[in-house]
């Protein structure tokens, strides 16, 4: 089926937010990128600024998230937004809030600034916008909404596998740092090898096919226990100048915001001076997968620990005074056999998450194609 289209210029008129004072409480709701994350946001300002209400769309008009787009706000906008106003009859928000969310990817190709990124407004104009009758226009952003919400339940539903991990050893091991359960108490140091990673410089030079070099993004994907595989390897040179690890390994990234994050390794690959590596675990005192959801547990407490700077940084040496609980290596298997149980568990429905992903994608495609609703 084929609709007119119109210019999104045609259509909206775009103006800019502004800073604002933000308070606890205040006259109104003040909106800034961070709500477009969160719709549970809630900080107030008392000036009077750009007023948005639910029928107006709001987009990221500055820096990493520009481009992204909301709908369904009241309040007044920052500095980093801009209120899209629909200044025609018959058009529905929440639809054209569809169709410009199926254009994000171009949008953010077409962002200009080399350091901040901006939105190309004459771009953003020049999007072709197509029109169904306001009923249909209705229909689809009532399937997409709800195709949406079950893609929501779904990631949501996943988030709940980690929370009840660190739930389930919260009950059988207690605080970890309050020891309330006097479990036997020894230094990392004393149980462990750390190192810290090393990183071959510049690394444009030693990127080749021969050893897995293992970054973040490695493992944010897929288990919350192993790293399998790896994106980018490095030439044997470039492993001759890191800090080459074997399977059973864990690894755990001590600086920057993805300080805490963990994983135990599966392969043999190289680590670079993010990460420090604990070997040699001697798994009649402790196992890998407590001592994994250890440190996933006291995340907050460690970026707290790190030495002040630019970024929070904890070295090998604070890593081996650092004392940890020990309850009986039968304790830690057991609860080693739950997280495992919750990671099947998990998959099976990361599983229904992707359907529900593949689903979206595809009724997105078929909604502005005209073969959803006639």
Not at 145 to 159: C, F, G, H, N, V
Not at 184 to 194: H, Q, S
Not at 210 to 219: A, E, L, Q, R
Not at 307 to 328: D, F, Y
Request: hydrophobic letters at 40%; a positive charge.
């Amino acid at each position: 089926m084929s609709w007119k289209k119109r210019s999104l210029g045609d259509l909206i008129k775009i103006s800019k937010g502004r800073k604002h004072e933000p308070l606890v409480k205040g006259q109104y709701r003040y909106i800034n990128i961070e709500d477009l994350h969160n719709p549970n946001n809630s900080v107030f300002a008392n000036e009077a600024g750009n007023f948005v209400t639910e029928s107006d769309l709001i987009i990221a008009w500055d820096g990493a998230n520009a481009g992204k787009v909301g709908v369904g706000y009241q309040g007044v906008i920052g500095s980093t937004l801009a209120k899209l106003s629909i200044i025609k009859k018959d058009i529905d928000p929440r639809f054209l809030f569809w169709v410009i969310e199926s254009f994000n990817t171009l949008i953010k190709s077409q962002r200009t600034g080399a350091t901040i990124p901006h939105i190309n407004g004459a771009a953003l104009k020049d999007l072709q916008i197509p029109l169904p009758p306001l009923p249909i226009q209705k229909r689809i952003a009532e399937i997409l909404d709800a195709a949406d919400a079950l893609k929501r339940k779904d990631q949501e539903l996943l988030k709940k596998y980690d929370e009840l991990a660190q739930a389930i050893f919260i009950d059988m091991f207690g605080d970890p740092l309050k020891n309330e359960k006097g479990w036997e108490v020894k230094k990392l140091g004393e149980i462990i090898t750390i190192r810290r990673g090393a990183s071959p410089r510049p690394i444009d030079k030693f990127i080749g096919k021969d050893v897995p070099w293992i970054k973040i993004g490695d493992g944010t994907k897929g288990s919350n226990i192993y790293i399998e595989n790896t994106k980018v390897k490095i030439t044997q040179a470039g492993s001759e100048k890191s800090v080459l690890l074997q399977p059973g390994s864990l690894i755990f990234a001590n600086c920057g915001v993805s300080l805490g994050f963990a994983r135990i390794l599966k392969i043999s690959g190289c680590i670079h001076d993010g990460w420090l590596s604990m070997e040699n675990i001697d798994e009649n005192q402790l196992n890998k997968v407590f001592l994994l959801k250890y440190i996933n547990l006291l995340t907050d407490y460690f970026r707290k620990t790190a030495p002040e700077g630019t970024q929070p940084n904890l070295n090998s040496g604070i890593m081996k005074e650092h004392s940890i609980i020990l309850p009986p290596i039968k304790l830690q298997n057991k609860f080693s056999d739950l997280v495992f149980a919750l990671e099947f568990a998990k998959e099976k429905n990361n599983i229904l998450s992707q359907k529900s992903d593949d689903l979206f994608n595809s009724l997105i495609q078929k909604a502005f194609k005209g073969e959803l609703v006639t």
